[in-house]
């Protein structure tokens, strides 16, 4: 019973696939497979979109949507339907070609990178031997997205913001995969379902989730910090800062494709706190021995949605960062801390069991937090923003 | 010689195409990604994961951005009036036609000078790291020092042009 459960959404798939013919059976796996990824999602961002405006709501002391349905919970049916029903301006200097494919490539670049998400206990569309890599791939095609959406409006904010978005993108992609590279390290594997396997076991009842070791916890905050900056949410949305640059790199764009700039932007959020919870939150697998009877898929999504809470929570919570801000944190701050857990990885990977490990990677980690977080507050000249190339 | 790969090579050349004949500048480099994602779909193709991944990641991820950040930053990208061909195209031709004769020539003698590789070998990500780091680690540690001995000297060339502007 408890494994029929676990596995239900697979065998409901085989026993669709059985009625075939034989012929067509890993084709039409496939094709169901790729079909609920592709329905499942766009109905967690509807979710998402009302989750967060009510959340959002409470921070600011404020209700939130309140009027379509019972407590609003029918306002996503109702943007979906304005959204598509909108008129949709291409402006007439624009490139219409580029400016037609930009929000397309975004959104099927993210929804690639679903595939080789693990969901649950046999539940990764592909099982790639190298499927970390291939998720970071995807993810750095959709850079090229956000520029020809820039580029293509002949706007000048558009352009701006996709600078601004392809500059940060770009800086916090190495943060994003160095820490992740400290997994590797210790799982010895580039598969996503190695990863989750190896994190899947118990000692007196406790998982073996990476985020508990110091190294873990190291490599899990600063993937969180680039993961934020990465899917450009606040406190690092300068690429829509409203305040300056109207919307960013999605001014020039209304009615579906609009949408779709929305949906690809609430799915890399999704994409990207799912592979968090791979690496570092022990995927799909309990938080507890004695709750391995709840439906591994159940695990796999609450913690998507915890850090989805999260996200929300960091944006009604921070102000902005500035640009300059944002470019000194992640090269003088961020990517130095991850060299340095590579390191401290390396460490751990052959101090042998004892007590020691601890002693010393923590030591380490936190030593190099304070006395960097103190050098650089003290070099922190409080006063006139100065640049130095843009004069 | 499978649907699939034609299916590639036609995406590849019809990049390639569009990045030479095209006017404006951005649509070339865009075209150009194109090419390099019909790469990666054949890299794929031939089961050579690794090198796929990598293509994507380094020539659409990064090499591409590259080439748009430069063609906006520096002058000359707006669409020029005249024909895109310049004078000496027959030059570039003979060259280009040249290149093209000695790489076909490379791959035609190879399957003489190697004549058992019928059966294609399986090469896993794992194997390839584990590679890197063993058997080639001098190497690989030179690029790295390469790489980033350039990557300082890029720095610096940008910061002496402020200095010497004061």
Same mark, same amino acid.
């Given at each position: ?246 919307? $960013? ?133 409080? $006063? ?8 | ?36 994602? @019909? ?12 090198? @796929? ?22 002058? @000359? ?90």
């Amino acid at each position: 019973m408890i494994d029929t459960l676990d596995q239900i959404f697979v065998l409901l798939k085989h026993w669709i696939v059985s009625f075939l013919p034989g012929a067509c059976q890993p084709a039409a796996s496939v094709v169901i497979s790729v079909a609920v990824i592709v329905v499942l999602f766009p109905l967690l961002f509807a979710l998402t979109t009302v989750f967060e405006r009510k959340g959002l709501a409470r921070i600011q002391n404020r209700i939130g949507p309140n009027r379509t349905g019972p407590f609003g919970v029918l306002q996503p049916i109702a943007d979906g339907i304005k959204s598509l029903t909108k008129e949709d301006i291409v402006p007439s200097s624009a490139d219409s070609a580029v400016h037609f494919l930009a929000p397309l490539v975004l959104v099927v670049a993210v929804f690639m990178g679903f595939a080789v998400l693990p969901m649950g206990r046999n539940m990764a569309l592909v099982d790639m031997d190298a499927g970390l890599l291939f998720f970071f791939a995807i993810g750095a095609s959709t850079e090229l997205s956000v520029f020809m959406a820039g580029w293509s409006s002949r706007n000048k904010y558009s352009l701006l913001g996709a600078m601004r978005a392809v500059a940060q993108m770009i800086s916090y992609e190495v943060p994003l995969l160095m820490s992740s590279v400290a997994v590797v390290m210790i799982t010895g594997s580039l598969s996503l379902n190695k990863i989750v396997a190896a994190q899947n076991q118990y000692t007196f009842g406790l998982p073996h989730w990476y985020i508990f070791t110091p190294w873990g916890l190291a490599a899990f905050l600063l993937y969180a910090i680039a993961a934020t900056a990465e899917t450009n949410r606040s406190p690092f949305d300068l690429p829509e800062g409203e305040s300056e640059l109207v919307a $960013g790199y999605h001014t020039e764009y209304s009615g579906f494709k609009f949408a779709l700039f929305f949906l690809g932007e609430y799915l890399a959020m999704f994409s990207i706190s799912g592979l968090g919870t791979t690496l570092f939150l022990g995927g799909w697998s309990s938080p507890l021995e004695v709750l391995g009877w709840v439906p591994s898929w159940f695990w796999f999504f609450s913690k998507m949605m915890m850090s989805i809470f999260v996200f929300i929570w960091l944006r009604g919570t921070l102000p902005r960062l500035r640009q300059d801000q944002l470019m000194n944190f992640a090269w003088k701050f961020v990517l130095p801390l991850t060299m340095l857990n590579l390191f401290v990885t390396a460490l751990w990977r052959f101090l042998g069991d004892g007590w020691e490990r601890w002693v010393f990677c923590t030591a380490i980690l936190v030593a190099a937090y304070v006395v960097m977080g103190r050098v650089e507050m003290r070099a922190e000249h409080f $006063g006139p923003r100065r640049y130095r190339y843009a004069e | 010689m499978t649907f699939a790969f034609w299916l590639f090579a036609v995406l590849t050349l019809a990049g390639g195409l569009a990045a030479v004949l095209l006017k404006n500048t951005v649509h070339c480099a865009l075209a150009l990604t194109v090419a390099f994602a @019909g790469l990666a779909l054949l890299f794929l193709d031939l089961d050579a994961q690794f090198a @796929g991944f990598a293509q994507i990641l380094v020539y659409i991820g990064a090499v591409a951005i590259l080439v748009v950040f430069a063609i906006l930053l520096t002058r @000359g990208s707006e669409t020029p009036q005249e024909g895109v061909f310049s004078h000496n195209w027959f030059a570039g031709l003979a060259i280009a036609a040249a290149v093209f004769a000695v790489l076909a020539w490379a791959v035609l003698a190879s399957a003489h000078v190697l004549p058992h590789e019928a059966a294609m070998p399986t090469v896993t990500v794992a194997q390839i790291g584990q590679a890197l780091i063993g058997r080639y680690v001098l190497p690989l540690e030179i690029v790295a020092l390469l790489l980033t001995a350039a990557m300082i000297g890029a720095v610096i060339v940008a910061m002496d042009e402020k200095e010497r502007a004061k």
